[in-house]
């Protein structure tokens, strides 16, 4: 999958996505320091490329448009406890079902949602 990592979540983060084989792009490697969370969207909607964040203000955005959103919901939302719901995450579901929807990490589970597109 392709991502895009929010300044909120750790560098450790990043690793273990690419260690699992995705293509990663993170907002602190480009220095985009401080970057709006619309922008940060922008530019997931230009690349299809799948949120990945701890910040819930992402829920207000249309997961279809970009290649989906990962919001961790855990708390406290440290590396050492948000890491594993998100291995746990990519190493179980089949990747076309992530494609286009929120996915809320939470403490024991994961929930997808899928919104119904607008008329």
Known sequence: MRFLIDECVSPTTVALLRGLGHDVLDIKELERFGTQDFEIYRIACQQKRVIVT????????DPARCGGIIIST??????????????????????????????????????????QPHR
Do not use: A, C, S
């Open 54 to 61: 701890t910040d819930k203000g992402f829920r207000m955005f």
């Open 74 to 115: 855990i708390r406290p939302n440290t590396p050492v406890r948000y890491e594993p719901r998100l291995k746990h995450l990519l190493t179980t579901t089949h990747l076309d079902e992530l494609t286009g929807v929120l996915v809320l990490l939470e403490e024991k589970r994961h929930r997808l949602i899928k919104r």
